[in-house]
């Protein structure tokens, strides 16, 4: 789970934090040599990708608080800024 302080600075990008510079709930993703969403950004194409990371935003942001453990909140958030960083762009460009 992220910290506070790790929360803010996700939703408002500061530090020159990227979106690949986090993980929310564990580091799973992180020790892996190459992140997924990269191998998916590589392979997929610009819109299909920004729909993956919609649908993600969108999933996450229902489940919030419903499932015991998960920081599915911050999840949400991370892939908002994801998609800000692909976009430069509003969440929903």
Known sequence: MLSK????????GLNGMSADDLQVSGTHYKDMPVQPWAIMEAILSHDEFVGF???????????AGR???????????????????????GPWA
């Open 67 to 89: 499932k015991d453990g998960s920081d599915d909140a911050g999840k949400a958030k991370h892939y908002m800024q994801k998609l800000r960083e692909v976009t430069q762009a």
């Open 5 to 12: 302080a790790e929360l803010r600075r996700l939703e408002e």
């Open 53 to 63: 990371l919609k649908g993600n935003i969108i999933k996450y942001s229902l489940r």
